[in-house]
């Protein structure tokens, strides 16, 4: 089986990039089970610019499958509204949804992730994100060791880093402002098959192997292409 994913988009910002790496990854797409998007598909709350975006996507991929989660520019409180505009996308906030194939059964967990330190901006106007995002994270714990017992892989979906490892090239003080140490230790206690997340759009380095699962950086900015994995029927994901 395979998964496409990509994040950071922010359109109109990166929307040409984004169809031209399309366009790269077009055979992969008639292929593909499902495309995952780790959010910032659209500038600065832009509910509107998504459209072109999924224009884009069916115009290259067809009918394929998108999963996405919210990044922190499908701002809070307006998801009621991206369900509402974009039904055929399917929306993933602290829960789950599976994609069924001829050789796997893969359970995505979906969420925003979290921050070890807000941001200034969240600090001054959300005093109550600091536990939303522990619970966050220790939600995403407990789901991703239940549904082990329910697929033959599991993968975790986040716009923010669930790790620092992927964020090397970002400038490191404000590395707990774009990543979580406690999503760290979900994934070492839960043991995901892969963790896929974006936001980090000058990271250098785009793939770790943290605590034995894969993360992957699918930030547009950053990697330039659609990524590509290869859920493996033996076990594990790789990069295709």
């Known amino acids: 089986m395979l998964l496409l994913a990509v994040s950071d988009v922010h359109s109109p910002k990166y929307l040409f990039q984004y169809i031209a790496a399309l366009s790269k990854a077009a055979h992969a797409c008639r292929e593909a089970a499902a495309m995952l ?3 910032d598909m659209v500038l600065k709350g832009r509910v509107d610019a998504l459209k072109t975006v999924i224009m884009a996507t069916r115009s290259r991929c067809g009918d394929i499958r998108v999963i996405a989660v919210y990044g922190n520019e499908e701002y809070m409180g307006t998801e009621e509204e991206y369900r509402r505009r974009y039904p055929e996308i399917t929306w993933l906030d602290d829960d ?3 994609v069924e194939g001829e050789d796997a059964r893969v359970c ?3 969420t925003r992730g979290s921050l070890d330190r807000p941001t200034r901006w969240q600090r001054r106007h959300m ?3 600091t536990s939303t995002y522990r619970r966050r994270a220790l939600k995403a714990a407990e789901t991703l060791k239940r549904l082990r017992g329910q697929c033959s892989h599991v993968i975790l979906l986040s716009h923010y880093a669930p790790t620092y490892a992927t964020l090397e090239g970002e400038p490191s003080r404000i590395w707990p402002e774009m990543g979580s140490k406690l999503f760290e230790k979900a994934i070492a206690e839960a043991r995901p098959d892969a ?3 974006g936001h980090a759009h000058n990271s250098k380095r785009h793939t770790a192997v943290v605590h034995g699962v894969l993360v992957v950086n699918v930030a547009l900015p950053a990697t330039g292409r659609i990524t590509i994995v290869r859920v ?4 594990g994901v790789e990069l295709a």
């Open 108 to 110: 995505i967990y979906g």
């Open 232 to 235: 493996k029927p033996e076990g």
């Open 96 to 98: 789950y949804t599976v």
């Open 195 to 197: 963790a896929i997340h």
């Open 127 to 129: 005093p109550w994100i």
């Open 37 to 39: 998007w780790a959010g």
